[in-house]
Each structure stands twice: as C-alpha cells, then as structure tokens.
C-alpha cells in the first residue's frame, strides 16, 4: 500500500523489461483478487507453482493462492529471504501460515535454510544461490565515456541499491576517510533512499569528504544499471545483516570485484582473497584497509579472471535444474 510504501514510486520506469512481462492478477489487499488468481492458476493446469517469497506482508495473497492450487499442482516457495530484513513481531507467524501451503522450498543460502527449517523441521528444502544477472551487461558500455557522463574518475568505489539502514552505508561512509588518508578515490552512492537521507549527507559533510562522494538518490531502470556498474572498478558492500545479495550477483555479471561484510551468506558468494575480500560488519577500518589494499595491490584483473571462472557455480541454468528436480514425478502431487 503506498501508506507504508518508503519510497517515490513502486512501478518500473524502465523501457526494457529484463523479464518476460508478469500480467498483474494480484492485489495484496483485495482478497477477491486472490481467489481470482487462484482460479486462473487452475486453468492452466500447471505441473508446479513457484511463489516468489520475499516479505511476510504477502503471506496472506500467497497462502490463499498457495492453498488453492496445492491439491493438483506441486507449490513450490523459491525465498529470497525466509526471514525480512526489517523484521516485526508477526513476521514468524504470518510466514509460517504461507509456508505451510508448500510442498518444497528453495533457499539461496544457508542462513536462509537454517531458518526455514527452524520453522519447518521437517520441510523439503534445497539450497541454491542466486543467480548471476549479467542481463544488465549488454556489451556497449565504455568505462571512460561512462566516466565522464557521471562526472567521476580516478579509483572509483560503487554502493549500488536501496538505501536500508541493514545495508551499512554509514560504515563506508566513515571508511572514506581513512582510504584517503592512503589513496586517491571516489565513492560512488547509486540507489533510492529508503529513509531519511539527512544524517548520511551531513555526516560525508562533516567529514569534509563531499569533494570525494556522489549521490544519485533515485531509482535505476535497467537501461541504466550498466553504466554505474562500468564505472566502478570495485563494488562495496558494507552490510550489517543479509542472507544473500543481488547486488553481488550484478557485480559478478560486469566482472566487478566485490569488498563484503562476513555476514549472513555473503561468505557463501564472494572468496575471500579470491573474487573479493571479507571484512567483519560495523567496522570502518576493516573495511579501509580491504579497499585500501585491493587498489594498492592492484587486484581488479586477477580477481575478475577469478569471477569468470566461478559464474557456472552461479549460472541460471543450475537454478533451473533445482527446479526441476522438485517437479512432481508421474502426475502426483505429494500432500505431505
């Protein structure tokens, strides 16, 4: 509902959509248009349904749907996050209601899976990452013009995303400093504000580093994704809580180097030394000295050669095999 929407707008502003086009059947609160999906899943007569779950708010619709179509067609939950981010006192039961309409999960890291089974002891659950969006990657983009039509150079550090009190964008921000104190670089901030956005410009104010930062506090359409990503030579991200990382996973399609915090399944997705460096959450210096020695050590090409040779770890076709490793077997839906 746009009452407890946090940001300026829920709609795609892009002109290129990077998925097939969805047909909006659903409204979180109108429960008529649940019974209504619901119907129109059963027409279809699929083999499976795949509930993308991400927040519990729309446990309700999905339980609904998922209840519905469970007598004739496998439900499968593919969760981003089992747990939200921002998490409130109902969050464990309304998940637990959806939850309990499915026949098998998937998890994309083992934080996530730890917690559903802690929900669910005895749930159907398969771990397998998220995969790489090398989508945005079409090719075309020049780092130097993509440079110059931001108006940024030298070591550039990119924070891409929402901006969300989990991610930790104060900690990079008071990090700033200290690389400076030991090389050039500029911090590139690209992503909509989700709260107030007041104490993060004060603070790169009052650390007399505004000469050093750039803030683009919008949403990105996919048309643009690219040129942020291109202009980076390293993507940070300083998180103080997370189960996995889309944003990683963009990195990883430009061949971009990721500095992370060890926390939730982030280990699982960037090696440490490797594709990335690890740093412990809530700590400025650990974070300076990770950046600090990525460019000294001029790192970027060994670590991208690295990505290149894990993206088959990450790919979508793995995502697909999971799938359909979990497609009911001779026309029989198990009820258990």
Not at 50 to 78: D, G
Request: net charge negative.
């Amino acid at each position: 509902p746009k009452l407890r929407f946090p940001g300026k707008t829920q709609m795609d502003s892009g002109e290129a959509p990077i998925s097939a086009q969805a047909e909006p059947v659903i409204d979180s609160m109108n429960p008529l248009t649940w019974f209504a999906a619901s119907r129109r899943i059963n027409e279809f007569q699929p083999d499976m349904v795949v509930v993308q779950w991400w927040h519990p708010f729309f446990a309700p619709p999905f339980a609904t749907i998922a209840r519905k179509c469970r007598k004739s067609a496998k439900v499968v939950f593919l969760c981003h996050n089992v747990i939200p981010h921002e998490s409130s006192g109902p969050s464990r039961f309304l998940t637990q209601a959806a939850f309990s309409n499915a026949h098998s999960f998937i998890a994309h890291s083992e934080e996530d899976r730890r917690n559903l089974l802690d929900m669910l002891p005895s749930a159907e659950v398969i771990k397998s990452p998220h995969p790489t969006y090398d989508v945005f990657n079409s090719g075309i983009w020049d780092q130097e013009e993509c440079r110059r039509e931001i108006g940024i150079d030298g070591n550039v550090i990119l924070f891409f995303g929402l901006i969300r009190r989990y991610k930790g964008l104060e900690y990079l921000i008071e990090a700033m400093p200290l690389i400076l104190e030991k090389i050039d670089a500029k911090l590139l901030i690209v992503g909509e504000f989700y709260e107030d956005k007041t104490p993060y410009i004060d603070r790169i104010r009052s650390l007399g580093i505004e000469n050093r930062v750039i803030v683009i506090d919008r949403y990105v359409p996919n048309e643009e994704v690219g040129r942020y990503f291109t202009a980076a030579d390293v993507v940070a991200l300083p998180y103080v809580s997370a189960t996995q990382s889309g944003i990683i996973q963009i990195a990883f399609g430009f061949g971009k180097p990721v500095i992370a915090t060890a926390v939730g399944g982030l280990p699982e997705t960037v090696a440490d030394g490797e594709t990335g460096y690890l740093v412990p959450p809530q700590n400025p210096e650990a974070l300076a000295c990770a950046i600090i020695k990525y460019f000294r050590e001029s790192k970027g090409s060994e670590f991208a050669a690295n990505i290149s040779r894990v993206m088959d770890d990450f790919s979508w076709r793995k995502m697909v095999g999971v799938i359909e490793s979990l497609a009911p077997r001779d026309g029989t839906i198990c009820e258990s």
